[in-house]
T-cell receptor, first 113, second 112 residues
């Protein structure tokens, strides 16, 4: 089954404790992206990747890091989480440069205390 | 500034009614536009993708139109069903950009 898998789905952590949210897709997509969804603000792009070892900032990259060492994986790293990073996070992927149909993961709800 | 707006934020209709959801965008130089559905606690599911050169796309009871000159797209849902209840989001990719800009969505409730 074609899918984008995120882990963990739910996480409660404390300020400053490094964490990683993993994202994996099994569709051989070149393009992968991370979004955060906040009430009243909609989805905002954090980082995206056009292919292995090619990443770029989205609209709200501060406080986040990403890496793309393999085509199927695109982890989101919060080196020192803060309460304002409490949010619902989505990973997405598509063929090519991201101009096609976008497939989303189920989301990861992160709470930073 | 490039923005995507969806009004109203919420909409309730009786089952069986045909309805239209609206999406407006500030810059007509778009590459494509996608409509998504989001169920509570779930990710987004792509419904329809309209390329810049297209005027509309259809899938089953759904029809999405695109009018670049007026900066508008509509999602038409025919014969609505309770299972259509969800939040519907539109997202625009502008020409030359590598990211999508999302509207804040319209939460649709279809009343049995």
């Amino acid at each position: 089954e074609a899918q984008v898998t995120q882990n963990p789905r739910y996480l409660i952590t404390v300020t400053g404790k490094k964490l990683t949210v993993t994202c994996s897709q099994n569709m051989n997509h070149e393009y992968m992206s991370w979004y955060r969804q906040d009430p009243g603000l909609g989805l905002r792009q954090i980082y995206y990747s056009m292919n292995v070892e090619v990443t770029d900032k989205g609209d709200v990259p501060e406080g986040y890091k990403v890496s793309r060492k393999e085509k199927r994986n695109f982890p989101l790293i919060l080196e020192s989480p803060s309460p304002n990073q409490t949010s619902l996070y989505f990973c997405a992927s598509s063929f090519g440069t991201g101009g096609g149909e976008l497939f989303f993961g189920e989301g990861s709800r992160l709470t930073v205390l | 500034k490039q923005e995507v707006t969806q009004i109203p934020a919420a909409l309730s209709v009786p089952e069986g009614e045909n309805l239209v959801l609206n999406c407006s965008f500030t810059d007509s130089a778009i590459y494509n536009l996608q409509w998504f559905r989001q169920d509570p606690g779930k990710g987004l599911t792509s419904l329809l993708l309209i390329q810049s050169s297209q005027r509309e796309q259809t899938s089953g009871r759904l029809n999405a139109s695109l009018d670049k000159s007026s900066g508008r797209s509509t999602l038409y849902i025919a014969a609505s069903q309770p299972g259509d209840s969800a939040t519907y989001l539109c997202a625009v990719r502008w020409t030359g950009a590598n990211n999508l800009f999302f509207g804040t969505g319209t939460r649709l409730t279809v009343i049995p």
